[in-house]
């Protein structure tokens, strides 16, 4: 089976930098993905970590270690636009299987 | 276009209904998927189809069956539902469904509600 963690909701204020954790413990696998998805939209593509180590991609980046069954998102500088809920998927042979997702809210 | 779209945006029908959902990419993905999503919940698996044929089929009720007429196409069609069938239905595509699912695009979802 597939077993995917996440924290439920982050609070942070603009600028700041926020981390978003994620455990994993499936059936085979083969990466690991980040989606953000507002309220009422269908998530969109983030980043995808196969290999350990950390992916940057402007102020997003996501890191991986498959030996710990662990990742995380950074979000960094954040803006106001960046509330949203943050999915962690993870994907073997067979499909993607998404974490319950983290709200995160950006204040002022 | 990176675009999946999805229609209609909003449905309403009577547990009597037949409905359809329908999804359209073109960008040439030859991997078409159908999520379910509740409120404040992941999305989940229903389908998904691999070259035109269905590779997986999550265990879904019959009410509930999906068509994939051509590559580019992918519809849902809708039967005798049940209220607690009201969620946001997702369609997704991806370049291949091998090794897992690689990177997916979602449309923006059809929000179903059963009376």
């Known amino acids: 089976g597939q077993n995917i963690d996440q924290p439920t909701e982050m609070t942070a204020t603009e600028g700041a930098i926020v981390q978003i954790n994620c455990t994993y413990q499936?059936?085979?696998?083969?990466?690991l993905f980040w989606y953000q998805q507002h309220a009422g939209e269908a998530p969109t593509f983030l980043s995808y970590?196969?290999?350990?180590g950390l992916e940057e991609k402007g102020r997003f980046s996501s890191f991986l270690s498959r030996s710990k069954g662990y990742s995380y998102l950074l979000l960094k500088e954040l803006q106001m636009k960046d509330s949203a809920s943050y999915l962690c998927a993870v994907t073997n042979d067979y499909k993607l299987s998404f974490g319950a997702g983290t709200t995160v809210t950006v204040r002022a | 276009d990176t675009e999946v779209t999805q229609t209609p945006k909003h449905l309403v029908m009577g547990m009597t209904n037949k409905k359809s959902l329908k999804c359209e990419q073109h960008m040439g993905h030859r991997a078409m998927y159908w999520y379910k999503q509740k409120a404040k919940k992941p999305p989940e698996l229903m389908f998904v189809?691999?070259?035109?044929?269905?590779?997986i089929n999550e265990s879904v009720p019959s009410r509930f069956s999906p068509e994939c007429p051509n590559s580019s196409l992918l519809n849902l069609h809708l039967h005798a539902l049940q209220p607690e069938d009201s969620a946001l239905y997702l369609c997704?595509?991806?370049?291949?469904?091998?090794?897992?699912?690689?990177?997916?695009?979602f449309g923006p979802g059809t929000r179903l509600t059963v009376t």
């Open positions: 189809y691999s070259y035109e044929k269905l590779s």
């Open positions: 499936t059936s085979g696998f083969n990466g």
């Open positions: 970590n196969v290999l350990d």
């Open positions: 997704a595509s991806s370049q291949e469904y091998q090794q897992g699912a690689g990177e997916q695009y």
